[in-house]
């Protein structure tokens, strides 16, 4: 029997190939007799899980030798303390606010930092204004960005260019396209919505950013620690690495990030187009340009229609499509391992819906 669809924001959707292959494993892995839950971190069998989950995700996102891969706990929301903690030398700290994402990584910033709003398009989100309007002060340690706000729907094209060291909270886009190193000074995501299961965290930093961290930074939280021991400080989330590592094979299978890339254009660009089409029962908010190609909010001209809506839904195999309690309304995610008949589906049951409610 075919499985439904499933659209939600995280823990998100997984490449089947990937949940059949952890099935098979479950039990004995490679012959070891062990599951990977079961192994020592330190073994040789989990060495080679972890080194080649590495070595791929260097590979997908071409990963310049100056920056370190850190595969850590602590999700976005720890990684919104634990990068203040460690670069933001206890003085000032610019944050771009464009949704809920970066409104949170403001508030928790402000806790070890001088952390101030670069802008804020609060409370709505629906637009990004230029980074030449942004509010930057020379002497911050550095600026904090959302690349994709994955409740609000809003996604920066491009990473803007600032002249000290760019933080990207990249949770729910990572690998949907190639990203610019050069305007990078440290990248994190949680792996969740598109890499694969909660509990692991993907750390990006380069080099020249570490050893700065303050004192009351935990150690197990410390980038150079973490960095000088390669990730095995202490026991890493070592079966989230193992499944990243297939969710990581499968990319590359599937011709990398950037085919991933042009899938996301065609499946958001389809979606969007049918929302906009629909004189006005569906819409979007969002500035067309800084319309997320992962995250789609939408409404229906009539709230109370969205119960309706979502019983359907269900009903024709199309899953977790309610919108996130503060914005209301629905929400598609439209991360990697969603397949495009999914969203050719979704199209076709919203013109149905409209149909029968219009
Ligand atoms: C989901 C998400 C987070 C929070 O991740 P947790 O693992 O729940 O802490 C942070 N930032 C963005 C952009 C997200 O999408």
């Known amino acids: 029997m075919a499985r439904p669809y499933n659209f939600c924001a995280g823990p998100a959707t997984l490449p089947e190939p990937v949940l059949a292959q952890a099935a098979a494993e479950m039990l004995d892995w490679h012959g070891q007799g062990l599951s990977v839950m079961e192994m020592s971190h330190r073994s040789e069998a989990f060495g080679q899980i972890h080194h080649a989950a590495l070595a791929r995700l260097r590979e997908l996102l071409a990963v310049p030798p100056e920056f370190r891969i850190l595969f850590m706990q602590g999700g976005g929301l ?175 299978a599937q011709g990398g990030v950037a085919a991933m890339d042009a899938a996301a254009a065609r499946k958001s660009q389809a979606l969007y187009a049918a929302i906009d089409a629909s004189g006005g029962f569906y819409a979007n908010r969002v500035d067309t340009a800084a319309r997320s190609r992962t995250n789609v909010p939408f409404f229906i001209h009539d709230e109370r229609l969205t119960a309706p809506f979502l019983a359907g839904a269900k009903a024709a195999g199309l899953l977790q499509l309610k919108g996130h309690a503060s914005v209301g309304g629905l929400r598609a995610s439209l991360y990697n391992a969603l397949p495009e008949p999914a969203v050719a589906a979704l199209i076709s049951y919203l013109h149905h819906f409209q149909r029968h409610h219009g």
């Open 78 to 252: 720890g990684h919104n303390a634990i990068v203040p903690l460690n670069i933001g030398r206890g003085g000032k700290v610019d944050v771009v606010v464009t949704g809920a994402w970066s409104a949170k990584s403001l508030a928790e910033a402000r806790r070890y930092a001088d952390a101030q709003a670069a802008t804020d398009t609060g409370p709505g989100y629906t637009s990004l204004p230029d980074a030449a309007s942004w509010r930057l002060r020379e002497d911050a340690a550095y600026v904090h960005v959302c690349s994709n706000e994955t409740i609000h729907g809003v996604e920066m094209a491009s990473l803007p260019a600032v002249d000290r060291p760019l933080v990207v909270d990249a949770s729910s886009h990572i690998l949907s396209r190639p990203v610019d190193w050069s305007r990078v000074g440290l990248l994190f995501a949680g792996a969740q919505k598109n890499v694969g299961i909660a509990g692991l965290t993907l750390v990006f930093v380069r080099e020249d950013l570490l050893g700065q961290a303050l004192p009351i930074c935990p150690s197990a939280f410390n980038y150079t620690l973490v960095a000088e021991a390669n990730s095995l400080y202490n026991t890493p989330p070592a079966y989230a690495i193992y499944i990243a590592g297939l969710v990581f094979d499968w990319l590359v």
